[in-house]
T-cell receptor, first 113, second 114 residues
Framework: AQKVTQAQTEISVVEKEDVTLDCVYE???????LFWYKQPPSGELVFLIR??????QNEISGRYSWNFQKSTSSFNFTITASQVVDSAVYFC??????????FGDGTTLTVKP | EPEVTQTPSHQVTQMGQEVILRCVPI?????FYWYRQILGQKVEFLVS????????KSEIFDDQFSVERPDGSNFTLKIRSTKLEDSAMYFC????????????FGPGTRLTVT
């Protein structure tokens, strides 16, 4: 069985602060993929990043960075110099091959001006 | 860039009515999925579909639900007799054969049952 835990239900920061969203996962599959999605108030799921289980390199994309640690089954997401537009619900998800995606409960990020 | 589309964007229906949610997956994709998100909650898997049959379904996907790929382009989710608790956002997703890990989500259909 797959499980994704996002322990932080809500986070509130002031603009320009850095913020890290935690994600811990469980799976018995040896090949799997991890994802982060952003869900703005409009409701759509915006794909942010995919990582496969063989690639533990951290990634940076602009103000976003991801830290994948297989040893601790974690895939954390950091936003540097947060902006009001970053306010949204963020979901971490796990998927094995062509199977279903299992989502975490989501973290609601509020960035105040 | 190819994308998954869903219609309608918002559907309001009365309890007990049948509703069909429509999705047009990316054209060369072979794997299709429906997910549900009750307001304020997480996204939950409903069903996956491959080679014209259901490959996996969750406990949520009971006899009230059915899926169909009636032609080469559409993928539909039917709810036979809607209940108040079916009110949610329904997301369709598709994935290709060569890159089956790439799952593309549609924009969602918000279903409101009154």
């Amino acid at each position: 069985a797959q499980k994704v835990t996002q322990a932080q239900t809500e986070i509130s920061v002031v603009e320009k602060e850095d913020v890290t969203l935690d994600c811990v996962y469980e799976t018995r599959d040896t090949t799997y993929y991890l994802f982060w999605y952003k869900q703005p108030p409009s409701g759509e799921l915006v794909f942010l990043i995919r990582r496969n289980s063989f690639d533990e390199q951290n990634e940076i994309s602009g103000r976003y960075s991801w830290n994948f640690q297989k040893s601790t089954s974690s895939f954390n997401f950091t936003i540097t110099a947060s902006q009001v537009v970053d306010s949204a619900v963020y979901f971490c998800a796990l998927r094995a091959n062509a199977g279903k995606s299992t989502f975490g409960d989501g973290t609601t990020l509020t960035v105040k001006p | 860039e190819p994308e998954v589309t869903q219609t309608p964007s918002h559907q309001v229906t009365q309890m007990g009515q049948e509703v069909i949610l429509r999705c047009v997956p990316i054209s060369n994709h072979l794997y299709f999925y429906w997910y549900r998100q009750i307001l304020g909650q997480k996204v939950e898997f409903l069903v996956s579909f491959y080679n014209n049959e259901i490959s996996e379904k969750s406990e949520i996907f009971d006899d009230q639900f059915s899926v169909e790929r009636p032609d080469g382009s559409n993928f539909t989710l039917k709810i036979r007799s809607t209940k108040l608790e079916d009110s949610a956002m329904y997301f369709c997703a598709s994935a290709g054969a060569l890159s089956s890990y790439e799952q593309y989500f549609g924009p969602g259909t918000r279903l409101t049952v009154t």
